[in-house]
């Protein structure tokens, strides 16, 4: 993704050549010096979403490692004097990876990446890496002036995936404001459980919180629809 035009030609050589379903990226690129973080909003990035949109395939946004100046040098961001496990579960999978990937997902809504690409299929992992949750006020407050509103990229053009958050609660929220057709079970191996993610699909099935289809759409369905797998 530092290369966007290689990043596109990769791509569609990975979906026409390969067979590829769709493709997995870091929601953002670190540089070499380590102290910039590249997103993908900007114009220089359009080849690679033209292409994306033009292919029809789902691009994943997967939490990456940020610069490791954040975590290990004192001041910095994330840096705990007494406590180096802390800064690193602050960093990582805790908070930082995560609401990480919500900014980038959302300055790629601010940047207007939905405006030129309206038919972009964008997954976030992890129950919408923390999105959900704001989605009323960065609705409220990013879609002022906008042609199309946050919500409305939401509702049209995101999958969300459990990726090992095995908690009915956060289920509830996440289908409070999600199209469950869009909502998709996953368990992020190896670091999430397997057992932790059946025993959640279970506590779904008995919450009746969903319905038998829609179960199914969850646990199966919705990804093979989105991925065109038989």
């Excluded at 990456?64 to 004192?74: I, N, W």
């Excluded at 009323?136 to 199309?148: D, E, K, Q």
Aim: hydrophobic share 40%; glycine share 6%; with cysteine.
């Amino acid at each position: 993704m530092a290369i966007p035009a290689e990043a596109a030609s990769q791509l569609k050589t990975c979906v026409q050549e390969y067979g590829f379903v769709g493709a997995l990226i870091d929601a953002y690129d670190v540089q070499p010096s380590g102290d910039k973080y590249q997103f993908y909003e900007g114009r220089e990035y359009d080849e690679f979403w033209r292409t994306v949109q033009e292919l029809d395939v789902p691009v994943y946004l997967h939490p990456s490692f940020q610069s490791l100046d954040e975590v290990f040098t004192p001041g910095e961001l994330y840096y705990q004097e007494d406590s180096v496990a802390a800064s690193a579960g602050l960093a990582t999978a805790s908070w930082d990876w995560h609401s990480r990937t919500g900014l980038s997902f959302l300055r790629l809504y601010t940047g207007g990446v939905f405006e030129r690409f309206p038919k972009l299929k964008i997954v976030l992992g992890h129950m919408g890496e923390m999105v959900p949750f704001y989605l009323w006020r960065s609705n409220a407050v990013l879609s002022r002036g906008r042609p199309t509103s946050l919500r409305d990229v939401w509702r049209n053009n995101i999958w969300v995936a459990v990726s090992a958050v095995w908690d009915l609660d956060v289920m509830r929220m996440v289908h409070a404001v999600t199209d469950v057709r869009r909502v998709m079970y996953a368990v992020d191996y190896p670091f999430g459980r397997n057992a932790e993610g059946k025993a959640l699909m279970e506590e779904l099935r008995k919450s009746k919180l969903v319905s038998e289809k829609e179960f199914k759409g969850i646990a199966n369905g919705n990804a093979k629809a989105l991925l065109r797998l038989k």
